[in-house]
């Protein structure tokens, strides 16, 4: 059975960093492709950064780039999403996502394996 579990989350002051993980089980990690999202209260859900099946990676929202990078460790089935310089407007829910053998895609709805979510907060 395809299982994520997010780690990592926690209250960091601005300008702090955190490294988020997202752990894989039940398959084969490098037949999919990994969504990072991220939903704060009354907002919608929205992509963060993606790491393809083939190897590519993109980091969605102008915000992040150059804050934000995504990485695999094959060996550990593991994702990881390694956050610098974090502010307040970063803080929300995060969660990793998993499709079979697809492009990277911001939408949500393109995902159909979902990790429980780790809680991110920047705060002073």
């Known amino acids: 059975q395809l299982q994520l579990v997010e780690s990592g989350g926690a209250l960091v002051q601005p300008g702090g960093s955190l490294r988020l993980s997202c752990t894989a089980s039940?398959?084969?990690?490098?037949?999919?492709?990994i969504g990072w999202f991220r939903q704060a209260p009354g907002k919608e859900r929205e992509g963060v950064s993606c790491?393809?099946?083939?190897?590519?990676?993109?980091n969605y929202p102008d915000s992040v780039k150059g804050r934000f990078t995504i990485s695999t460790d094959n060996a550990k089935k593991t994702v990881y999403l390694q956050m610098n310089s974090l502010q307040p407007e970063d803080t929300a829910v995060y969660y990793c996502?998993?499709?079979?053998?697809?492009?990277?895609?911001?939408?949500?709805?393109?995902?159909?394996?979902w990790g429980q979510g780790t809680q991110v907060t920047v705060s002073s």
């Open positions: 996502a998993a499709e079979f053998l697809a492009p990277c895609s911001r939408a949500p709805a393109n995902f159909r394996s």
């Open positions: 039940g398959f084969t990690l490098e037949y999919y492709t």
């Open positions: 790491i393809s099946s083939s190897g590519g990676s993109t």
